[in-house]
């Protein structure tokens, strides 16, 4: 006698829990991450016990160690970030602009450019720092 | 005679397509997001110097004046009073001399123009720590 074996079908694997997981991952990265742009050099920005919040929004102005500087992400002299800040502050009078300088960047870089946009009329200049202990 | 209809399967809608944009989605934000923990420090706020010393002087404790402690911040990154070397503490003691004398302490900072972003951020730290109500700091010309 011949018996005949029954044909085994694989059982079909759910993918419902990988959606669930890839979901999950996808509000997070969207809630935990920050969407800047980010300047074509490397920028650290200083250590700070007692900063404040940062709210989103607003102009980033780069400085890098050597004094380069970058205007949302996009690389440009001083007087090309003065004109288009001052572009950008006709469109919005409450520009906030923010400055990122590198931890080892000189001041003679930095609280000059500070000044100058704070003289386009800018009415909130802020520096980036890290959190970190004391 | 009965004619009896098969019964029809819903047809099942493949969710390979949806995982394949979700994947897309998280990978997009995994690599164009920066997740820095950043905070900030005002350097220019929309309140001018007078309005906010005249706020600060109507909320603070009665005072018998403003005592203004001159601190130069060297190319080192040094705290300097008075040609004496500055800590952290040091400063704090300076603004709690001042505030037990009943004085307003107003910090200034000098930077030295060759020091670092670093170093003018863990002055204002020290100060912050120290009690100072206000504290400025003294610009530079732009390097020629």
Same mark, same amino acid.
């Given at each position: 006698m011949r018996l005949a074996r029954r044909d085994r079908r694989a059982a079909p694997e759910t993918i419902v829990a990988l959606i669930d997981v890839v979901f999950f991952l996808l509000v997070f990265f969207l809630l935990v991450g920050r969407m800047d742009a980010t300047a074509p050099f490397e920028v650290t920005p200083p250590v700070a016990v007692r900063g404040a919040d940062m709210p989103g929004g607003g102009a980033t102005v780069s400085v890098g160690a050597g004094g380069a500087l970058a205007l949302d992400g996009t690389a440009a002299v001083r007087a090309d970030v003065l004109t288009r800040l001052a572009g950008r502050l006709a469109e919005d009078p409450a520009l906030r602009v923010r400055?990122?300088?590198? %931890?080892? %960047?000189a001041l003679n870089g930095v609280l000059p450019l500070a000044q100058a946009i704070e003289d386009l009329g800018v009415p909130d200049v802020v520096l980036v720092v890290t959190p970190g202990g004391p | 005679m009965q004619i009896t209809r098969k019964s029809r399967q819903a047809a099942t809608v493949s969710l390979v397509a949806m995982v394949d944009v979700l994947m897309i989605m998280l990978v997009f934000f995994m690599v164009t997001s920066t997740y820095l923990d950043l905070d900030m420090i005002p350097l !220019?706020?929309?309140?001018d110097d007078t309005a906010a010393g005249a706020a600060g002087a109507a909320s !603070?404790?009665?005072?018998?004046g403003a005592a203004v402690i001159m601190v130069r911040i060297g190319a080192d990154g040094a705290m300097v009073h008075r040609g004496q070397p500055l800590s952290s503490d040091g400063l704090a003691d300076l603004v709690a001399r001042q505030v037990a004398d009943g004085l307003s302490p107003d910090l200034v900072l000098l930077p030295s123009a060759w020091a670092d972003v670093q170093a003018l951020v863990s002055a204002l730290d020290a100060a912050a720590a120290a009690g100072a109500l206000r504290t400025r700091v003294i610009r530079l010309e732009p390097q020629p």
């Open positions: 400055i990122n300088a590198h %931890a080892g %960047a | !220019a706020e929309a309140a !603070a404790p009665a005072t018998r």
